[in-house]
């Protein structure tokens, strides 16, 4: 899945709904029906592993893929078209011709229309759900792949949290620690002060310390660690994520009741999903990490004007099994990583893909390789 800024002119996606005009009435009549059929059609996944929030004897949940979108455009209908073309279930689009609050040309109608969306789902807590932005996100891999990946990312990323703790991941779900609700990763923060926790104190990614060579973290964005969260792409169990928009819209309303309408530069922050879901996930990463270091925060804060909230009592929640996507396994974000992404052609003997061309500008030092293409990712597109 690849997730493109909202300021990129999708000439991909452009390109698949103009073509012909023929197209463009197939994906109207696609557009409709993902309007009035998503309940149509399910994936099902014969789920036996541990990492879901909700324990029991294995069974079957569904996925669910959203689309939060007021409108219908090109770039929505080439969202919708490539999830088909990739199996996943009929999208269904939430918020569809939003008003007043549900419109999406606020940014905050997103997390209104899920809430609203999963208030309505007669579904299990288990069942999966895939939510995308509507204008910039064209899926790449087939739902079994993305599947597999969801679960062995989570697996590995609480592994990570366990050994860091000395535990078992068993050990670690019964202190209720979990990593069940996946978002893209990016290299960008948004905030409305370089001062705000929101930014430093944000996990490290675990990609390797000199990952574009020399030039990594230098003053080029482009060669920044992808450890941001970024909102456009999401994936998890319904129960966890449900749960985790209450807590964002909670923290919504809390804040609008103290907001200074004169204060231009922070409305607009403040009217922006991903502040608030970062705000919660930088919360819970603060208070993990004063857990697991005896009640203090193992680095100096004496930067920052102001550190996450402290818990209130054991009724105060901090923990919403939050993590992000370092690897970019799930999504690859666009923004800033545009020397990451490029057009691969397998070879037919083998499937693998020879990248010559020095696209991370690695100069001298680079030397031509292969990446290898994935062999559930060969069996699900049935290629013969």
């Not at 790449?140 to 366990?162: D, G, H, N, T, W």
């Not at 929101?198 to 000199?210: D, E, F, I, V």
């Not at 990248?355 to 031509?368: K, T």
Request: contains cysteine; glycine residues 4%; aromatic residues 10%.
């Amino acid at each position: 899945m690849i997730y493109f800024p909202a300021s990129s002119p999708m000439d991909i996606a452009r390109k698949i709904v103009r073509r012909r005009t023929i197209l463009v009435a197939v994906v109207s009549i696609i557009c409709l029906v993902s309007l009035y059929a998503s309940s149509l059609q399910h994936i099902f996944i014969n789920n036996s592993s541990s990492l879901s929030s909700y324990h029991g004897s294995p069974k079957i949940s569904r996925l669910h893929y959203l689309i939060p979108s007021s409108t219908i455009n090109d770039a929505v209908c080439a969202g919708i078209v490539s999830a088909l073309v990739n199996q996943y279930p009929i999208p269904t689009l939430i918020g569809y011709k939003g008003e007043n609050e549900f419109n999406a040309a606020d940014h905050l109608a997103k997390l209104r229309v899920m809430n609203r969306y999963f208030n309505d789902l007669k579904a299990q807590d288990d069942d999966l759900v895939i939510i995308v932005d509507s204008f910039d996100v064209l899926a790449q891999l087939p739902a079994e792949v993305m599947i597999e990946r969801y679960f062995e990312i989570s697996r590995k990323s609480e592994q990570r949290l366990a050994d860091q703790r000395g535990l078992t991941i068993e050990q670690l779900h019964e202190l209720g620690i979990r990593q069940t609700i996946m978002y893209g990763a990016g290299k960008m923060c948004f905030v409305g002060s370089p001062n705000e926790p929101m930014c430093p104190l944000m996990p490290s990614s675990n990609s390797p310390r000199l990952k574009f060579g020399v030039k990594t973290e230098n003053e080029d964005v482009r060669f920044l660690d992808s450890r941001y969260l970024n909102s456009g792409t999401i994936m998890g169990p319904v129960g966890d994520i449900r749960k985790f928009v209450r807590a964002v819209l909670d923290l919504v309303r809390a804040d609008d009741a103290k907001l200074d309408p004169n204060d231009t530069d922070g409305i607009r922050i403040h009217h922006m999903d991903q502040w608030f879901t970062a705000q919660l996930y930088v919360r819970q990463e603060y208070h993990r990490a004063i857990d697991m270091n005896d009640g203090e925060y193992p680095a100096d804060l004496t930067n920052l004007t102001s550190l996450p909230k402290p818990r209130r009592g054991p009724e105060d929640v901090t923990e919403y099994h939050v993590f992000v996507d370092f690897d970019s396994a799930f999504a690859q974000t666009q923004c800033r990583n545009e020397l990451e992404i490029q057009f691969l052609k397998y070879k037919n003997h083998d499937l693998t893909a020879s990248i010559n061309g020095d696209f991370l500008q690695q100069g001298s030092a680079f030397r031509p390789y292969s990446i290898q293409m994935p062999s559930n990712v060969y069996q699900t597109l049935g290629i013969k």
